[in-house]
T-cell receptor, first 110, second 113 residues
């Protein structure tokens, strides 16, 4: 079993929809949780960063962490075609060793 | 533009060969990470350096090695290349603490024929 599981998709939604992306993990020591967006042939870029449990909102993006369920989510409101990318979750227990999910491909249709 | 540079952008080589990938971190960043990204494995952490010293190791093969130089640039050496080493190799840098945000470079696409 992988330490971090993420549905690879692809996930296709119409423009304006609310998108929900999720990861589950098995290591209860993870404390720092991140979501990265990666466009084709580009390096990942950090979207959201959360420490421990709770919610964090930044514009159209909301990150949720539920440590009791070992489950993290990224919500995208009013999705746009420019949001079409691969979304990677990542986490660490506070060490330099980061574990990434395999990524979910998202397509927002105009 | 993240401020992290990687060269070359593309590399095509044959099995059994050796290549060197180069990474220059953002100005002021002391920490450099190397990752391998393949279609079936996703983004895999290989190794991390802080101010010239190795601090963390992930799933890095013995055929691979890395170092960080006094000017903070880093090189990843891949030897005895196999077809399965074909992948995107990313470098990321951060200011230094483990929880600091990582900024990724554009990657080097390695194709082993």
């Amino acid at each position: 079993q992988k330490e971090v599981e993420q549905d690879p998709g692809p996930l296709s939604v119409p423009e304006g929809a609310i998108v929900s992306l999720n990861c589950t993990y098995s290591n209860s020591a993870f404390q720092y949780f991140m979501w990265y967006r990666q466009y084709s042939r580009k390096g990942p870029e950090l979207l959201m960063y959360t420490y421990s449990s709770g919610n964090k909102e930044d514009g159209r993006f909301t990150a949720q962490v539920d440590k009791s369920s070992k489950y993290i989510s990224l919500f995208i409101r009013d999705s746009q075609p420019s949001d079409s990318a691969t979304y990677l979750c990542a986490m660490t227990s506070g060490t330099y060793k980061y574990i990434f999910g395999t990524g979910t491909r998202l397509k927002v249709l105009a | 533009d993240s401020g992290v540079t990687q060269t070359p952008k593309h590399l095509i080589t044959a099995t059994g060969q050796r290549v060197t990938l180069r990474c220059s971190p953002r100005s002021g960043d002391l920490s450099v990470y190397w990752y391998q990204q393949s279609l079936d494995q996703g983004l895999q952490f290989l190794i991390q350096y802080y101010n010239g010293e190795e601090r963390a190791k992930g799933n890095i093969l013995e055929r691979f090695s890395a170092q960080q130089f006094p000017d903070l640039h880093s090189e990843l050496n891949l030897s005895s290349l196999e077809l399965g080493d074909s992948a995107l190799y990313f470098c990321a840098s951060s200011p230094g603490r483990p929880e600091d945000e990582q900024f990724f470079g554009p990657g080097t696409r390695l194709t082993v024929l």
